[in-house]
């Protein structure tokens, strides 16, 4: 009995010391372009700038402390995966949660990867050398976009959690069914206003993004609604020079074509694809858990 005790007693000794210690969390806040920009910093260790750090990038008018991201970042430090997660500041300063659709918008989609650069430029300060980037949704759009345009040696890997697709067909349709209003007349009049130097100048009561009724920049609703093919997540994999890992879910209703677009460019190697039974948009419940067992076993192969 008394063996038995001090081979269990060494043994749980043996696993603590085992056991990284888990750093809490905290926010980081930096300036950039005359704004306090934010991101959650959960870090799976002490010494996390040594090993693989994930920069988390949310989707449409989101937030770090939604769900999916407050999830995706808890997950990630249980696999012992640091994480940082920012908000996109959609022009506003110090930004935290849900955008509110009665605020102005006089934000780009482009925006985002100036700020991702940012964060990736922070994490390099630190010491990190082995960086993944992962977006969900809209945010895995820019996170491709910004994979493909602007290449840093610390990023080994690019994981894209249901990202966004576009066509102009769909995006003119979406639009009206949205709106009860054509896309057209409302873009053309954005159009000449930044044609004319003057797209700073605000649309009063206009569909913009999800937001009914919404105060707009001419310039912002150019960005989000013009034709632009890059906004279809798909046809930016080819130009992404590292490993790049899609997670589609069968039950998404927001992006229904993930799997259909990128199944051409999946090869297994440079771009692989993997579709969750069962998953929406939003990976709830034990599908989140299945994306960072996903990303966990992409990271560690890079």
């Given at each position: 009995?008394?063996?038995?005790?001090?081979?269990?007693?060494?043994?749980?000794?043996?696993?603590?010391?085992?056991?990284?210690?888990?750093?809490?969390?905290?926010?980081?806040?930096?300036?950039?372009?005359?704004?306090?920009?934010?991101?959650n910093?959960?870090?799976?260790?002490?010494?996390?700038?040594?090993?693989?750090?994930?920069?988390?990038?949310?989707?449409?008018?989101?937030?770090?402390?939604?769900?999916?991201?407050?999830?995706?970042?808890?997950?990630?430090?249980?696999?012992?995966?640091?994480?940082?997660?920012?908000?996109?500041?959609?022009?506003?300063?110090?930004r935290?949660?849900?955008?509110?659709?009665?605020?102005?918008?006089?934000?780009?989609?482009?925006?985002?990867?100036?700020?991702?650069?940012?964060?990736?430029?922070?994490?390099?300060?630190?010491g990190?050398?082995?960086?993944?980037?992962?977006?969900?949704?809209?945010?895995?759009?820019?996170?491709?976009?910004?994979?493909?345009?602007?290449?840093?040696p610390?990023?080994?890997?690019?994981?894209?959690?249901?990202?966004?697709?576009?066509?102009?067909?769909?995006?003119?349709?979406?639009y009206?069914?949205?709106?009860?209003?054509e896309?057209?007349?409302?873009?053309?009049?954005?159009?000449?206003?930044?044609?004319?130097?003057?797209g700073?100048?605000?649309?009063?009561?206009?569909?913009?993004?999800?937001?009914p009724d919404?105060?707009?920049?001419?310039?912002?609703?150019?960005?989000?609604?013009?034709?632009?093919?890059?906004?279809?997540?798909?046809?930016?994999?080819?130009?992404?020079?590292?490993?790049?890992?899609?997670?589609?879910?069968?039950?998404?209703?927001?992006?229904?074509?993930?799997?259909?677009?990128?199944?051409?460019?999946?090869d297994?190697?440079?771009?692989?694809?993997?579709?969750?039974?069962?998953?929406?948009?939003?990976?709830?419940?034990?599908?989140?858990?299945?994306?960072?067992?996903?990303?966990?076993?992409?990271?560690?192969?890079?």
């Open positions: 009995m008394h063996s038995r005790f001090l081979s269990c007693v060494f043994g749980a000794l043996l696993f603590v010391q085992a056991t990284p210690t888990i750093a809490a969390e905290e926010e980081i806040r930096l300036e950039h372009a005359g704004l306090t920009i934010n991101a910093l959960v870090a799976a260790q002490d010494g996390w700038q040594d090993g693989t750090v994930v920069l988390v990038t949310h989707g449409t008018t989101g937030h770090y402390g939604m769900e999916i991201i407050t999830s995706l970042q808890s997950l990630l430090a249980e696999q012992g995966l640091t994480s940082l997660a920012p908000n996109l500041s959609l022009g506003l300063d110090d935290h949660g849900a955008y509110d659709c009665a605020v102005p918008h006089a934000h780009r989609h482009t925006d985002a990867l100036d700020e991702i650069g940012v964060w990736v430029d922070w994490l390099k300060t630190k990190v050398k082995d960086l993944v980037l992962l977006g969900h949704s809209r945010g895995g759009n820019q996170t491709a976009w910004f994979a493909a345009e602007r290449p840093d610390v990023v080994s890997g690019v994981v894209l959690v249901a990202p966004a697709t576009w066509s102009e067909a769909y995006a003119k349709n979406d009206e069914k949205r709106f009860a209003t896309l057209d007349p409302l873009l053309k009049r954005a159009e000449a206003l930044v044609a004319a130097g003057t700073d100048e605000w649309m009063e009561d206009t569909g913009f993004i999800y937001c919404a105060k707009v920049q001419a310039q912002s609703f150019v960005s989000y609604h013009a034709p632009e093919p890059r906004m279809d997540t798909p046809s930016l994999l080819d130009k992404i020079k590292v490993p790049v890992l899609v997670i589609a879910g069968t039950e998404d209703e927001v992006v229904p074509d993930v799997a259909e677009k990128v199944e051409p460019y999946a297994g190697k440079r771009v692989r694809l993997e579709v969750i039974e069962g998953a929406d948009h939003f990976f709830r419940d034990l599908n989140a858990d299945e994306v960072v067992e996903f990303v966990k076993a992409f990271a560690d192969e890079l």
